[in-house]
C-alpha cells in the first residue's frame, strides 16, 4: 500500500485487496466515532463529496482527536491541518 507520503509510479496499480482493505480501514474507524463526530463526518462529505483522501484522513485524524467539544490541543495536528486547507483551497486571484 502506498502511503500519503511517498509518490506512486505512473503504472503501480493497487491491487483489489489493497484497496478493499484501505477503504474497510476508513470504514471501520468512521464506525468507531461517536455519534456526534460521524454526523459531522457525514455533513461535511455531504458538502464536498471530492474531497482530497489526504484531507479526508486528517478529517479523520481531528475527530479521532479531539474531545466532544471538536476541540484540538495538538500542535502538530494542528499544522498538518493548516497546511492541508492551504493546499487544497482555491486560492482568489488578486
Known amino acids: 500500500m502506498t502511503s500519503l507520503n511517498e509518490t506512486p509510479h505512473a503504472d503501480e ?5 489493497e484497496l478493499e482493505a484501505a ?3 476508513f470504514a471501520d474507524r468512521c464506525y468507531a466515532l461517536p455519534p456526534s463526530k460521524q454526523h459531522f463526518l457525514l455533513a461535511t462529505l455531504a458538502q464536498r463529496p471530492a474531497i482530497h483522501i489526504d484531507t ?3 478529517l479523520l485524524i481531528m475527530l479521532e482527536s479531539s474531545d466532544d467539544g471538536f476541540n484540538i490541543n495538538d500542535p502538530e495536528l494542528n499544522r498538518m491541518v493548516e497546511h492541508a486547507l492551504t493546499r487544497h483551497t482555491p486560492q482568489e486571484p488578486a
Do not use: K
Open 56 to 58: 479526508f484522513a486528517i
Open 23 to 25: 477503504i474497510t480501514q
Open 13 to 17: 496499480v493497487a491491487s483489489p485487496e
